[in-house]
């Protein structure tokens, strides 16, 4: 039979568990995908990305897109796809996007509606409704969506894309280059190839 202190760290571990876990959750990006119909992305060899990508607003290669870069090529050539050499036309041309969006959240609290007497209309006494407590915890944040594109060079048309969307946390803004690749890996989570 259990002591009451085996019981008590039993329950403390299974808490601190369960909050790792919601933590956890709470950090994934959601993934949605979409391919082309009547695409055979297997029919495609290499891929080179474009010259000037919409994570490169100003002239410039950032950060952002040489991380972009290096996650991206790691997961192409794992799926068994080239980079096309200097100078080639690459059967696949990549481009990035990124966008932010704030975003109001709140709970619904306890308070819920109520009814009272008071003075309405123009004239005369009138029942009433409010809310009293409706919300709580109301906050604003801000989303990060990670848009990647495959285009068919030759047709100008995407063929595939993967978008991640998860919020702009102050984890994510301190190591940017750890969320972009654990966005780029969960985006070609769904990507019809896997890896060799």
Request: proline share 5%; hydrophobic share 40%; with cysteine.
């Amino acid at each position: 039979m259990a002591t009451r202190d085996t019981l008590i760290t039993l329950r403390s571990a299974t808490v601190l568990a369960l909050a790792l876990l919601l933590a956890a959750c709470a950090t994934q990006p959601v993934v949605r995908t979409q391919a082309a119909a009547n695409t055979n992305l297997a029919g495609y060899r290499t891929f080179a990305f474009m010259a000037k990508p919409g994570t490169d607003k100003d002239g410039y290669k950032t950060l952002t897109t040489q991380s972009l870069e290096r996650a991206v090529t790691r997961e192409m050539l794992a799926r068994g796809y080239m980079a096309a050499a200097p100078g080639t036309e690459p059967d696949l041309v990549i481009n990035f996007n990124v966008k932010e969006k704030d975003k109001v959240q709140g709970d619904l609290g306890p308070g819920g509606a109520w009814g009272g007497y008071g003075w309405g209309r123009p004239w005369g006494y009138d029942y009433g409704l409010g809310l009293d407590g409706y919300y709580n915890d109301i906050q604003t944040v801000t989303e990060g969506s990670l848009i990647v594109d495959l285009v068919d060079r030759a047709r100008n048309e995407v063929v595939w894309s993967g978008t991640a969307v998860g919020e702009l946390t102050k984890k994510v803004l301190d190591h940017p280059d750890q969320a972009i690749d654990h966005s780029v890996t969960e985006i070609f989570t769904r990507y019809p190839l896997r890896p060799r």
